[in-house]
């Protein structure tokens, strides 16, 4: 439900946000919806091609939309180069506000080595851990464990059961949703062969976790401390629900993950890359800056090149399925036959 109380003109709109107004600037807006559903008072957009069909029937009372779909559209809109990240910035004035007491609740536990700042929030049944810090504006919330020298830095926010194993440190205005875990030990282990059978050792995970400025990190997601060095997060990356990020990687900022994304150890992904959803990457790889790696894919080698990248088998019938796996087996035998062997790559 939107925030209650709030009503903002069409033409506040426009100032505020750069906007351009085709319409009636005192038209007030007071929610916002999509273009199938919106009402008279509230605001849409349509920024997928395929929902343009939808424009012309829409009841909303003003609409972003780019200059090309305002021609012939007899209703008000805002005229925005990208409909979508104007309504983003639009629409967080309707949602709903919860502002946190400055405080700690009295069933909250911390210790008397951590420092917590007069205007940080902590919530019910959190504990905070020795040599931690909570800075001013932050909040900890129900549930939330923050363990030992981890810093939560200004206005960030734990929303709830969020676990900071030990060396984790925030920057500021993060917000990291229900259940995720940082700071966990990294899947560090060697094989031992001097003594009788075969065994593992585990190999101490002696550093942290540094996330940067304005991240957001999903619900139920885990970032793993690294072995020597810290696993790092740069500023503005944001991840998903159940993402996995082993020991010693390190996010380039603006980075955004999808739901399911799993990264291997030491690999390194550079700025403005987007990683789809259930995609996997192998460790010890380098990614470079604005790389596209599309839902699924499997990375197993390093890419040194912008572009979008993919892998695996389109959908289709199972039948037809089963009968192109059995010629997956077959594919080593027929390039041979049609041509040298490609090179090794890394």
Not at 51 to 66: F, K
Not at 308 to 330: C, H, I
Request: some cysteine; overall charge negative; aromatic content about 4%.
């Amino acid at each position: 439900m939107p925030r209650q109380g709030v009503q903002v003109s069409a033409g506040e709109l426009a100032e505020r946000f750069g906007l351009l107004l085709r319409g009636d600037s005192a038209r007030l807006i007071s929610g916002v919806g999509t273009l199938a559903t919106a009402a008279a008072g509230e605001l849409s957009f349509l920024a997928n091609p395929k929902y343009r069909s939808q424009l012309a029937a829409t009841r909303a009372g003003l609409v972003v939309v780019r200059e090309r779909d305002a021609d012939g559209y007899a209703g008000d809109v805002l005229i925005a180069p990208d409909p979508y990240v104007a309504f983003a910035r639009i629409a967080a004035l309707f949602e709903p506000a919860t502002v946190q007491a400055a405080g700690i609740h009295p069933s909250a536990v911390v210790h008397p080595d951590a420092h917590v700042d007069p205007g940080a929030a902590i919530g019910p049944h959190a504990t905070i851990g020795a040599g931690s810090r909570i800075e001013a504006g932050a909040v900890v919330g129900p549930g939330c464990m923050v363990g030992e020298d981890c810093v939560v830095g200004t206005d960030s926010v734990l929303v709830a059961r969020v676990t900071l194993v030990c060396r984790v440190t925030l920057g500021r205005r993060v917000r990291v949703h229900p259940g995720a875990v940082l700071g966990a030990d990294g899947f560090g282990l060697a094989l031992a062969r001097d003594e009788g059978e075969p065994h593992w050792i585990k190999v101490p995970q002696l550093g942290g976790v540094r996330v940067g400025d304005d991240c957001e990190i999903g619900a139920n997601t885990t970032i793993d401390r690294g072995a020597l060095e810290d696993t790092v997060l740069e500023h503005d990356v944001r991840l998903d629900n159940q993402i996995q990020i082993a020991h010693n990687v390190h996010v380039g900022a603006h980075t955004a993950m999808a739901g399911c994304v799993a990264v291997a150890g030491s690999t390194r992904i550079g700025r403005y890359c987007m990683i789809g959803g259930a995609a996997g990457i192998a460790g010890h790889l380098e990614i470079c800056d604005r790389v596209v790696v599309t839902a699924m894919t499997l990375v197993t080698h390093s890419i040194r090149e912008p572009g979008e990248y993919s892998s695996g088998t389109p959908l289709m019938d199972s039948r037809s399925w089963r009968r192109n796996a059995v010629r997956f087996k077959q594919l080593d035998a027929l390039a041979r036959r049609v041509g040298p062997p490609p090179k090794d790559t890394e």
